[in-house]
């Protein structure tokens, strides 16, 4: 396997989880305790987010640009292709019988790296553009928080 596109597949992924983990995180604030996040919800919490970033790291307006590009894909990334089956529902389905559906889960985890497969370029791209407008001094803050947050970097672990 070639080594380079591992490390860009397992950066991707990093990246990916670190924001999708943010996302998350937010989306368990008041509000979303009775089902998914609306569109309106999540461009609320993203904008948020995104104010809040901006002020910590005093980005620019390029620098902020770029990290909205980064947690648009990251958004993208995490919703649910149109049609798609409730992932909840999936997941029930996996132990409605007497015994666990490993066929089924082995299914879902193959589709699940196969989107992060396909979605890492992307986000390794935008993440590669936001982190290379930063300062040294801004980068320094991402690092900083980084070990801090134990990879949950990028909004989870701003406000700690």
Do not use: C
């Not at 996996?94 to 559906?101: E, K, V, Y």
């Amino acid at each position: 396997m070639n080594k380079t596109w591992l490390k860009r597949t397992l950066l991707g992924v990093a990246v990916s989880t670190a924001l999708l983990g943010a996302v998350g995180a937010y989306s368990q604030g008041a509000g979303f305790h009775h089902g998914p996040p609306t569109p309106e919800q999540i461009a609320q919490h993203e904008q948020s987010m995104l104010a809040h970033v901006g002020k910590r790291l005093n980005l620019d307006a390029n620098q902020s640009a770029k990290l909205k590009a980064l947690a648009d894909l990251a958004i993208a990334d995490h919703a649910p292709a149109a049609g798609a089956t409730d992932p909840h529902a999936k997941m029930a389905a996996l132990i409605a019988g007497n015994t666990f559906d490993r066929a089924g889960a082995q299914q879902l985890a193959t589709e699940h790296l196969a989107k992060m497969q396909a979605d890492a370029p992307g986000l390794i791209n935008a993440f590669g553009d936001f982190y290379d407008s930063l300062n040294a001094t801004q980068q320094q803050q991402v690092r900083d928080m980084a070990a801090h947050h134990h990879g949950m970097f990028m909004f989870g672990g701003f406000g700690h």
